[in-house]
């Protein structure tokens, strides 16, 4: 009978787990021939699921509760201790909360950084493509530009030869003087060293000193090309001239002229 109690009073802590493993043997082996013993640990196991279903739903019945807690405090001092000391999953559950919640954030932060990395490669592909647009654009309103000052016929158009008749260099100045715009092409132009440049002339019907209208440097076939260099709008051109310079250029002509040529 004392051995019957004995087990008895050690259910309590082998229904929550926290019987030694030298002593449940004893229970277990006590389990297989006592009937008693066997319901009163199907009614601790009962109460102890109750009491920790509790934790997260509605609180258990206080029978159950009271019966659990009063089995606990009939089992011996020393298991006792054990059971205070050894912490149930119920009493771990607000680490394992904030655990889940930090895991949580650090999903949060690298998804975050993931985006603000697409979005400074989306805005970095938009500047690209705002660039090429306005590159584009300006191509665009300079091949306007040229069309319209080679077939405009309000667009002074000046055709430039040397002053001797000589065949070779040849050229012509486009310009629109309200606009003060100008376009000037040339052809069989003869190579210059590179400390020397061509220097193109407007030369103002008001009889002012001449106007420096642009340097430029021949391509290998002789080619040249001149377009909207500084000129203040409404300044009317008596004529266009060529010289050769003094890289990079000067603000009075040098004689002799290469190629000059009045307008019409």
């Not at 029978?63 to 298991?79: I, T």
């Not at 001797?164 to 629109?176: E, I, N």
Request: hydrophobic share 45%; charged share 20%; with cysteine.
């Amino acid at each position: 009978m004392a051995a019957h109690e004995q087990f008895a009073d050690d259910l309590a802590l082998y229904a929550i787990g926290s019987l030694p493993a030298s002593e449940a043997a004893g229970v277990e082996k006590h389990l297989e021939t006592c009937a008693e013993c066997r319901r009163e640990l199907e009614s601790l196991r009962g109460d102890a699921a109750l009491l920790a279903l509790s934790a997260a739903g509605p609180a258990p019945p206080a029978r159950s509760r009271e019966r659990l807690l009063a089995a606990v405090k009939n089992a011996p001092r020393r298991q006792r201790m054990i059971l205070y000391h050894a912490k149930p999953w119920w009493a771990i559950a607000p680490v394992a909360a904030s655990l889940a919640l930090a895991i949580f954030g650090l999903f949060l932060w690298r998804e975050n950084t993931n985006l603000r990395q697409q979005q400074a490669e989306m805005q970095q592909k938009q500047q690209s493509l705002v660039a090429e647009l306005a590159r584009t654009e300006h191509e665009s309103e300079k091949a306007r530009e040229m069309l319209y000052m080679m077939t405009s016929p309000d667009v002074q158009k000046v055709s430039l030869a040397t002053p001797k008749g000589a065949p070779q260099p040849v050229a012509k100045a486009m310009y629109k003087s309200d606009k003060g715009h100008l376009l000037f092409m040339a052809s069989n132009l003869a190579p210059l060293p590179s400390s020397k440049t061509y220097e193109l002339w407007l030369v103002p019907m008001s009889g002012a000193a001449p106007m420096p209208a642009g340097t430029f440097m021949p391509d290998a076939k002789g080619g040249a090309m001149v377009m909207n260099p500084p000129i203040p709008p409404g300044t009317e051109a008596k004529a266009f001239a060529v010289t050769v310079e003094d890289a990079p250029g000067s603000e009075k002509p040098t004689m002799p002229m290469v190629l000059m040529g009045a307008g019409q």
